[in-house]
């Protein structure tokens, strides 16, 4: 397709397994980003990407949280040991120009992470 | 880093004009953007502005004042479609990375 795709678009994992989120940004995208979105609030900033670079990851809240792309495209965003406070919807957006200002954002639908 | 404040919730009447307000305070502003967001979908851009003024396209318009540290976004011709959360984002310093306020929900009635 031709927007932002995620996988998978919901997940519930019981406390303390490990989850993986996947992104698919827009072919040639340079600009990846992942944000975290609590219900009723705006997207939190985690990580960026330029290319397979991670230029920013201030934003990830602990380590148990990783994300990683590898070959400059599919980024996947992990987090280890699930603790009941991480259950939100995790937004990846892309954009095609690095430092450009007023460059939009595309986003993905986002995955839905619920923990038991 | 900035502190971004906007209405939780707003209402209006389809066909009416409504008009949804976002403060910001930060150490070295870039521009700002606005987003739409409907229940369960993927935040789509509307605007951005990084001159004092303001910018219409179509139905939407979107203001700034630098100096006031303040925008709004216009919506007229309201439509029951429009309901849905509006997201301002602010971009300071060297990062181009914005950053997002709650958001204000709109409701739009018949």
């Known amino acids: 397709g031709a927007g932002v795709s995620q996988s998978p678009r919901y997940k519930v994992a019981k406390r303390g397994q490990d989850v993986a989120l996947r992104c698919d940004p827009i072919s040639g995208h340079v600009s990846l980003f992942w944000y975290q979105q609590a219900l009723g609030q705006g997207p939190e900033f985690l990580t960026y990407?330029?290319?397979?670079?991670?230029?920013?990851k201030s934003g990830l809240p602990s380590d148990r949280f990783f994300a990683e792309r590898p070959e400059g495209s599919v980024s996947t965003l992990k987090i280890q040991r699930t603790q009941q406070e991480d259950s939100a919807v995790y937004l990846c957006?892309?954009?095609?120009?690095?430092?450009?200002?007023?460059?939009?954002?595309?986003f993905g639908d986002g995955t839905r992470l619920s923990i038991l | 880093g900035q502190n971004i404040d906007q209405p939780t919730e707003m209402t209006a009447t389809e066909g009416a004009i409504v008009q949804i307000n976002c403060t910001y305070q930060?150490?070295?502003?870039?521009?700002l953007f606005w987003y739409q967001q409907h229940a369960g979908e993927a935040p789509t851009f509307l605007s951005y502005?990084?001159?004092?003024g303001l910018e219409e396209k179509g139905r939407f318009s979107s203001f700034l004042s630098r100096s006031k540290g303040y925008s709004y976004l216009l919506l007229k011709e309201l439509q029951m479609k429009d309901s849905a959360s509006y997201l301002c984002?602010?971009?300071?310093?060297?990062?181009?990375?914005?950053?997002f306020g709650r958001g204000t929900s709109l409701i739009v009635h018949p």
């Open positions: 957006a892309s954009s095609s120009l690095v430092g450009r200002e007023g460059q939009p954002q595309h």
């Open positions: 984002a602010v971009t300071e310093g060297g990062s181009y990375i914005p950053t």
């Open positions: 990407f330029q290319n397979e670079a991670q230029l920013d």
């Open positions: 930060t150490s070295g502003f870039n521009g």
């Open positions: 502005n990084v001159l004092d």
